[in-house]
């Protein structure tokens, strides 16, 4: 069963605009992270949430985190190339469990 | 150092072989963990390591056999793999027990199974 579900799965969109990637479960997490990844790579961790309602900002990325802690979202405002990759949510659970997303690979077309 | 090394970057090997991963943190964390991705793939979690004792076996197959020597080094042996098995293995560490710490991961090792 996979726990966190991101729309879309594919992404490709022109250079300069805006996009939201989402990440969405039945579960609730106590952290939720977000990581870039491009190919042949390890990803990267973006930013990290931890409270309910929470949102981040990282130059042209907003990140929130659902008030029930149980959905993110990643807004990229002015899309580049260098954007492109794999974006994939992460969290962990009280359980002391932890599960990626599904991933949403994103190309942006100069 | 915020750095995960992992070497080395490509390896081809056949069913026969045995191979060795490696992976190092000079960060001081306390767990260590291997994962394999596939395409396009979110990384599926194969093994933790936690104050260098496994802690985490996410119901490998025998033919991976992960080895932690001390904390800053975890290894991944191989042996009779399966061309299934082809993917990239991430290694990743954090500063403490517990999925709640962040983790850093290497760049990774592209292997092929022939």
């Known amino acids: 069963t996979q726990l966190l579900e991101q729309s879309p799965q594919f992404l490709s969109i022109q250079e300069g605009e805006n996009l939201t990637v989402y990440c969405n479960s039945s579960?609730?997490?106590?952290?939720l992270q977000w990581y870039r990844q491009e190919p042949g790579e390890g990803p990267v961790l973006l930013v990290t949430v931890v409270t309910g309602g929470e949102v981040k900002k990282l130059k042209r990325l907003t990140f929130q985190f659902g008030d029930a802690r149980k959905d993110s979202s990643l807004h990229i405002t002015a899309a580049q190339p260098g954007d492109t990759g794999l974006y994939l949510c992460a969290g962990a659970n009280t359980g002391n469990q932890f599960y990626f997303g599904t991933g949403t690979s994103l190309t942006v077309i100069p | 150092d915020t750095e995960v090394t992992q070497t080395p970057k490509h390896l081809v090997m056949g069913m026969t072989n045995k191979k060795s991963l490696k992976c190092e943190q000079h960060?001081?964390?306390?767990?260590m963990y291997w994962y394999k991705q596939k395409a396009k793939k979110p990384p599926e979690l194969m093994f933790v390591y936690s104050y260098e004792k496994l802690s985490i076996n996410e119901s490998v197959p025998s033919r991976f056999s992960p080895e932690c020597p001390n904390s800053s080094l975890l290894n991944l042996h191989l042996h009779a793999l399966q061309p299934e098995d082809s993917a990239l293995y991430l290694c990743a560490s954090s500063q403490g027990e517990g999925f709640f710490y962040e983790q850093y991961f290497g760049p990774g090792t592209r292997l092929t199974v022939t």
């Open positions: 579960s609730v997490f106590s952290s």
């Open positions: 960060m001081g964390h306390r767990a």
